[in-house]
């Protein structure tokens, strides 16, 4: 047994003590071996993989938006917009390759998989669920979920770019959660999930792009886009998602709480994101149609994205109305000056001519009398006047 005395003088060790303070959360939340989850775990082909994927998809999507501005240049959409509108089109493009992809591949490879285990699985909660079926060919799983996850991260950057800081970081915790799911080779969960959301994305980029088609059509189509908008968001992220993703995952017989906290930070900041708190927000917040992209309308500020090229655009416009409404004002108080400074000239004028009617009269009535010098009398004149 150590003693008092055996102890080392010196300064004490911050950094030992906070590991040994969290060294019994590392073995809460490592339930399993890490040697024995990343044995077959080639880091150096994952980050190959990754890297080369990623620039896959930034010099494609460069490409593609350079490509579709020739023809967007022809359409009556501004020029502010037209970079959101290449953007929505490249992610339907691409949610629906994936959705149809994990449909097929779920239909021909997974189904048949999961109908072969389905006595190991039981559904209830504090079991293993059927959505936690572990990838028995991993190469397949980590080569199509790569391509995902590397998406999702080039999508975010982009949000960052333009500066939507929400939507970059929900793109960034579910690109987490992703990343948790493969790591556990949850094959059925990954496939599932994707294809809820790939739906779900679909139809809410397809509203995008009608509502920029239509930016001046009526308030009822907006409404009615908007109705579409909620109602779709409703399904996957208060009927869907919770019950057949979230829940499971938590009450799960090994619990993950790496992927329980990512993927719970990502749903809490998608009820933030909702398009029901979006209204609240717009109602609050946007007094003046200048302060959104909807000009006013709650409908088109929630359907149509916010951009940097917007927000530009909305700042000169606000600085151009600020500069002529002072540039009015000046005008109408110089307006004012030069009309006073005339009125009073005018007065002026008119003052001295009937003052020196008066005076003329004066003389010629003293002349006729005979009183006096005129000199005197004029003086008594200016005096009494």
């Known amino acids: ?24 959360l590392k073995y809460f939340i490592i339930n399993e071996r890490f040697d024995a989850l990343m044995q077959h775990v080639d880091l150096n082909y994952l980050l190959n993989a990754l890297f080369w994927i990623f620039l896959a998809f930034a010099v494609g999507f460069i490409g ?23 953007r929505s089109v490249w992610n339907i493009s691409f949610y629906a390759a994936c959705t149809l992809f994990l449909y097929f591949y779920n239909e021909f490879m997974l189904l048949p998989q999961l109908s072969k285990n389905q006595g190991r699985y039981s559904l209830f909660y504090s079991s293993e669920n059927m959505i936690f079926y572990k990838s028995q060919q991993c190469e397949k799983f980590q080569f199509y979920s790569l391509f995902i996850i590397t998406f999702y991260l080039h999508n975010a950057i982009l949000d960052f770019k333009e500066s939507d800081y929400l939507e970059a970081c929900s793109k960034t915790l579910y690109l987490l959660a992703l990343v948790a799911i493969d790591v556990y080779k949850y094959e059925n969960y990954f496939v599932g999930l994707n294809l809820s959301l790939g739906v779900y994305n679909i139809l809410t980029e397809s509203l995008f792009l009608l509502a920029l088609i239509n930016s001046k059509g009526s308030r009822l189509l907006f409404q009615v886009f908007l109705g579409l908008r909620i109602a779709s968001w409703s399904h996957v992220f208060i009927s869907l998602i919770p019950f057949k993703y979230l829940v499971p995952t938590l009450f799960a017989k090994n619990f993950k709480i790496m992927l329980n906290v ?44 916010d951009s940097s090229e917007h927000r530009h655009f909305k700042t000169l416009k606000k600085a151009y109305m600020e500069v002529k409404l002072a540039q009015e004002k000046l005008k109408i108080s110089s307006l004012a000056n030069s009309t006073g400074s005339e009125s009073s000239c005018t007065s002026a004028k008119a003052f001295q001519a009937i003052k020196c009617i008066m005076t003329l009269k004066r003389k010629l009535k003293r002349i006729r009398e005979g009183r006096g010098s005129e000199m005197e009398n004029d003086t008594e004149d200016m005096n009494n006047e």
């Not at 010196?10 to 906070?18: F, L, M, Q, S, T």
Request: charged share 15%; aromatic share 22%.
């Open 262 to 305: 990512a993927i719970w930070l990502w749903y809490g900041l998608s009820i933030w994101n909702s398009p029901v708190l979006q209204y609240f927000y717009h109602q609050i917040y946007h007094s003046s149609p200048l302060d959104c992209s909807g000009e006013g309308s709650a409908a088109k500020c929630i359907l149509l994205k």
């Open 1 to 24: 047994m150590t003693s008092i005395l055996d102890m080392k003088s010196g300064p004490p060790d911050y950094w030992a003590d906070i590991y040994n303070f969290f060294l019994p």
């Open 64 to 86: 593609f938006y350079k490509i579709f501005e020739v023809f967007l240049k022809t359409s009556n959409i501004k020029f502010y917009k037209r970079k959101q509108f290449a």
